[in-house]
């Protein structure tokens, strides 16, 4: 009888863990317990692998962001700081192919941009500056010619 009271108690301890533990996004910021929420937010596949791991720094999202195909594959890395799109993201696909690199400042796309077909061949470059087309921006077909460009 003693061992049952002690189960129950154990379980009804990482019940109440959990719970207490939960973590939701009201308008773009991720609380716990009515509280802004500072540390490591990690979602599930039903299946229990890991679906998104973030950081969160009162209540915003900061630092690299990852996202997993529901195998356990990498298929996303963001990066934000205070809670806006600001450095690389990369997008893989379920070959772990990368598919694409973009960049961000400030919320705003900045920087160069690559994109690629599902074999990985180069497409596009383009390149922006505080969210305006910028450079030249180049289009490859699927062996890798370039096939046109374009100034901003």
């Known amino acids: 009888m003693k061992n049952i009271f002690l189960t129950i108690s154990f379980f009804s301890l990482i019940i109440l863990g959990v ?3 939960e ?3 009201i308008e773009g910021l991720y609380y716990s317990n009515d509280t802004l929420f500072t540390g490591t937010h990690i979602t599930h596949f039903e299946s229990g692998k890991i679906k998104i791991e973030m950081n969160i720094l009162h209540g915003k999202k900061e630092g690299i962001i990852k996202i997993y195909f529901e195998n356990g594959q990498l298929n996303e890395i963001r990066s934000y700081k205070d809670n806006l799109m600001d450095g690389t993201w990369e997008m893989y696909n379920a070959e772990n192919i990368q598919v694409s690199v973009a960049n961000y400042k400030n ?3 900045h920087g160069p941009w ?3 077909d599902e074999k990985g061949n180069l497409l596009y470059e383009m390149k922006y500056t505080n969210g305006e087309k910028t450079g030249t921006w180049k289009k490859y077909d699927n062996s890798g010619k370039l096939v ?3 100034k901003y």
């Open 107 to 109: 919320g705003q796309k």
């Open 23 to 25: 973590i939701k996004e």
């Open 148 to 150: 046109s460009e374009r």
């Open 19 to 21: 719970k207490a533990q």
């Open 114 to 116: 690559i994109i690629r």
